[in-house]
């Protein structure tokens, strides 16, 4: 098998030019994207973080755009009004307007729907005990990171929560922990695009798998997690696809969504969701390959190749500058044309 830097100079060597079919789709950002990731992502989208600078563009208008960044951030920046002037896009991607963000409201349209695959959930603290049991996890529904997140062992320690917790769920077994990257477009079905592994190393993220007293979770401490990218392999499964599947038919206008989920045994459990799941490694790449496609005709094989390089480059470079992410294998990142999954939302 190759390494990873004699195929990256080879396909360099081979495919020096920056491709024509470059640049074709417009991303807008909003949020404070840290500039590697921003020049990462330049190399192929045209990145867009000004609503102004993107209306003076005609071109750009009558691009296809990909939206990433927090709902109301994208609703305040005013790309909205400015897309809609004429010429407008061909095709929007993870248009926020008809999205639903709030994991409250995901949740109780989950289980209202009767899907199993998300833990046993309460709203009302009062009715936790009944409803869920102990021991359970009691979260703040506008914590990220896991910040605000308590395990919770019996009555005592649920009565002494502060109102902030709004959110509880039992403690499930999770022995693993994977972010899922799906695309789902106006003509792809849904599709896998990226794998990564989530390992717990800090007190925090350990202390929602394993049995520590509530002084030992510092509610100020955020989780933090070693990722792995992996193979798409073990996820070609109809139990992981199916709550794919759910998550694109509750939002009809979603398209790319990072999903999170904890396995206990063979059984997947859905933990969140979120419209902008981080830029790392070669998701930038994929992400283009398929939104293009999606929007216009299959990549030649030349932009592929180059597509396929910056890929190895990139994940290669991070992995490199980072003590928390790994590579499982070459073959990860190695079959660029035909990596994915694809499976029709039903």
Not at 173 to 179: F, L, N
Request: charge should be negative; aromatic fraction near 14%.
């Amino acid at each position: 098998m190759l390494d990873f830097k004699t195929y990256s100079d080879y396909v360099m060597s081979m495919y020096p030019q920056v491709p024509a079919e470059f640049h074709r789709v417009v991303m807008f950002c909003t949020g404070d994207i840290k500039k590697p990731i921003s020049d990462k992502v330049s190399q192929v989208f045209h990145y867009q973080n000004d609503s102004r600078e993107y209306g003076a563009s005609y071109t750009l208008k009558s691009e296809p755009i990909l939206l990433w960044g927090k709902k109301g951030d994208i609703e305040e920046s005013g790309v909205y009004s400015e897309m809609y002037k004429k010429p407008h896009p061909k095709k929007i991607y993870n248009n926020v307007e008809a999205i639903v963000t709030s994991k409250k409201d995901l949740l109780e349209i989950y289980q209202n729907q009767g899907h199993d695959f998300i833990p046993k959930t309460s709203f009302n603290k009062k009715k936790a005990a009944r409803e869920i049991g102990f021991p359970m996890i009691a979260k703040s529904l506008n914590s990220f990171q896991s910040r605000g997140v308590e395990k919770v062992s019996n009555s005592q320690e649920l009565q002494a929560l502060s109102a902030d917790y709004d959110l509880f769920q039992e403690q499930i077994k999770i022995q693993d922990e994977y972010r899922l990257i799906f695309f789902r477009g106006f003509t792809t079905p849904v599709t896998l695009l990226a794998a990564f592994h989530r390992e717990p190393i800090n007190q925090k993220s350990k202390g929602l798998r394993e049995a520590m007293t509530q002084e030992e979770l510092e509610e100020k401490e955020a989780s933090e997690f070693k990722w792995t990218q992996v193979s798409l392999q073990k996820f070609n499964r109809p139990d992981v696809f199916s709550i794919a599947s759910t998550v694109f038919l509750t939002n009809p206008f979603l398209n790319v969504v990072g999903i999170d989920l904890a396995f206990e045994e063979d059984r997947a459990y859905y933990i969140e969701q979120n419209i902008t799941p981080g830029l790392i490694s070669n998701v930038p790449f994929l992400l283009y390959k398929f939104v293009y496609e999606d929007a216009f005709y299959s990549l030649d094989s030349y932009t592929v190749k180059r597509l396929q390089q910056l890929s190895y480059v990139h994940a290669v470079q991070r992995m490199k500058e980072s003590d928390d992410f790994e590579i499982e294998s070459l073959s990860v990142l190695e079959d660029f044309q035909g990596l994915c999954f694809k499976k029709s939302t039903p």
